[in-house]
């Protein structure tokens, strides 16, 4: 069974940088679409950013130029560095692995995601 584990959350001034770890045991994730996530208490689970098994990436269009996705294949761990952040930005944060190996079409598309991590919260303060 696939655990996904985030980590790196906080409180941080409007402006700041954090960065987000998840790290998956069970399975190795290299060849499968990954993404990030975040939702806040009355509000949808919206997408963050998505990266397939090639390392090819999409965002959320509240987040380009200003978040970015990564991985490291050989550490099993995904990675979303947020910069410039924004009140607005303030969420619980998940981590979360497609089940179909290889499959990243709609990779924003949060019903697609079949494994989830617990979450870590991002408080960004004005």
């Known amino acids: 069974q696939v655990q996904l584990v985030e980590s790196g959350g906080g409180s941080v001034q409007a402006g700041g940088s954090l960065r987000l770890s998840c790290a998956a045991s069970g399975l190795p994730y290299g060849s499968y679409c990954m993404g990030w996530f975040r939702q806040t208490p009355g509000r949808r689970r919206e997408a963050v950013a998505a990266i397939d098994g090639g390392g090819s990436t999409s965002y959320g269009d509240s987040v380009k130029g200003r978040f970015t996705i990564s991985k490291d294949n050989a550490k099993n761990t995904l990675y979303l560095q947020m910069n410039s952040l924004k009140p607005e930005d303030t969420a619980m944060y998940y981590c979360?692995?497609?089940?179909?190996?290889?499959?990243?079409?709609?990779?924003?598309?949060?019903?697609?995601?079949?494994?989830w991590g617990q979450g870590t919260q991002v408080t960004v303060s004005s």
């Open positions: 979360a692995r497609r089940t179909l190996e290889g499959w990243c079409r709609f990779p924003l598309s949060v019903t697609t995601y079949n494994d």
